[in-house]
């Protein structure tokens, strides 16, 4: 067999395969003899009708399933040798295969560019260390406060005010048509909750119980109810109700609610959390500072059909986050392609190199780390581990977990090697890094 390898560029590959004819023979000698066998003709026993009669009975059926044997066979046989791995779906090209003749094929195909991966042992770290503070304890016991808090009917009636329940009546008019979005029956709202838009809140606030009221507010061209958006919207609001907003004291009692015993404990328990927390973001801002390094450190091309894929799953993400909460979803604008353009290109560039140290320090996934991951996460959401692992093995997601979870192991290998120092974080660094590099992607 002839094998001619063209590099077209960094990221693609064309090869040119000549089968030569005594293989093409015998393929279709073996494909002739297996159509006698299950071949029924009047007038001949099974097995036993001329070849010349199954040739010219099933001729071009032996041609087409000899045609994929031989690409099969000789292709992925041609890939082992040369150690190439297409990134995507080969474009195949097959010339008409002839008995007697040799058999041509060309296979075009996208790789990942060559280079050397070096120099991430030993890297020079810094890792931010932040300590809980008894005023983030105390903002957290306030928010199990809050979720906690009772909707108390009033002592004496009142106008509403800041931090009021109220449950309204709600009828939405643009150019006169009711828009069915925003009709809403006894509707339970916490004012100030700023949920609300602030124009909206102002218009409650004042308000007694029973009382209607006409007013009209104004939204912007990208207000997530496509009828309004844009439009000015008269609103007719009947306020049924006003409930006192009562938030429990901090006591035993209320810790009990947590199973336990004292406040103390509960204090305790939160700044546990608290510090698991900050502990997360410091590996996850460690994490992102080591891919940064990695992604200045080479440069090489990326191959399209990669970029291809990050992007509509990006897209398709972007759709997701927006119907998942019941939401229209806006039209892609210019800005928003050219981040999923450039996250793309980032996060291909990241993945590959580190699949590429992977390779090197022969680091990867074993099936009892995936299942132990799907079980974590079919725990998470209440499912059985069976169906959820079905569900990821039916839509082709484990080989995208495997990835992700190579590529966390090629961190922690890094991270493991390196030099790290600790340091506080400023509150500078606090806010910043707030839209990072997302490696967590389709692979």
């Not at 844009?230 to 609103?235: D, I, L, R, S, T």
């Given at each position: ?29 073996e ?14 026993r ?19 399933e ?50 050397e991966?070096?120099g ?18 105390q ?12 909707a108390?009917?009033l ?38 909750e ?16 029973g ?6 507010i104004?939204y ?9 958006a ?6 007719k ?20 609610q ?46 399209q ?22 939401l ?22 990241a ?6 140290i ?29 169906q959820?692992?079905?569900?990821y ?51």
């Open positions: 067999m002839k094998v001619d390898i063209e590099r077209i560029n960094s990221t693609e590959r064309k090869l040119a395969i000549c089968v030569p004819a005594e293989e093409v023979d015998n393929n279709f000698a494909l002739i003899n297996d159509f006698r066998k299950s071949a029924s003709v009047k007038g001949f099974q097995g036993r009708t001329p070849v010349r009669l199954i040739e010219s009975m099933y001729g071009k059926q032996i041609v087409a000899a045609t994929s044997k031989i690409v099969n066979d000789t292709f992925y046989k041609v890939l082992e040798e040369n150690k190439l791995v297409p990134v995507n779906k080969p474009r195949l090209e097959p010339e008409e295969l002839k008995k007697g003749s040799d058999f041509n094929y060309t296979a075009e195909f996208e790789v990942v560019p060559e280079f991966a070096e991430y042992v030993g890297l020079e770290l810094t890792k931010e260390k932040q300590e809980v503070k008894e005023e983030k304890i903002e957290a016991l306030d928010r199990l406060r809050e979720k906690a808090a009772e108390v009917p002592k004496r009636d009142r106008k509403v005010k800041k931090g009021d329940y109220v449950f309204i009546d709600q009828q939405g008019f643009v150019d006169g048509k009711l828009l069915g979005d925003l009709k809403k029956d006894n509707l339970q709202l916490l004012v100030g700023q949920k609300l838009i602030e124009d909206f809140e102002k218009n409650l606030i004042g308000m007694k119980k009382e209607e009221k006409e007013f009209a104004s912007d061209d990208d207000f997530v109810i496509k009828e309004a844009g439009k000015e919207v008269n609103f609001v009947k306020l049924n109700d006003i409930k006192e907003r009562v938030l429990p004291e901090l006591s035993d009692e209320f810790a009990n947590y199973k336990l015993a004292t406040m103390e404990e509960l204090k305790k328990r939160i700044e546990e959390d608290l510090e698991k927390q900050l502990e997360d973001q410091a590996d996850g801002k460690l994490r992102q500072d080591i891919i940064k390094k990695l992604l200045a450190k080479y440069n090489f091309d990326l191959p059909s990669l970029l291809d894929q990050e992007k509509n799953f990006l897209l398709s993400r972007y759709a997701n986050d927006y119907q998942s909460k019941g229209e979803v806006p039209e892609i604008t210019k800005n928003v392609q050219s981040n999923i353009d450039k996250r793309s290109e980032t996060n291909v560039k993945s590959i190199i580190l699949g590429k992977a390779d090197n320090e022969d680091i990867f996934v074993s099936d009892a780390e995936v299942d132990n991951t799907l079980k974590e996460m079919a725990a998470m959401y209440r499912i059985p581990f069976d959820f692992k079905q569900t093995e039916k839509n082709n997601l484990l080989q995208g977990l495997e990835s992700r979870l190579t590529e966390q192991k090629v961190l922690d290998f890094i991270i493991e090697k390196a030099k790290i120092k600790e340091k506080k974080a400023s509150k500078k660094e606090k806010e910043a890094d707030k839209n990072e590099i997302d490696i967590n992607s389709a692979n």
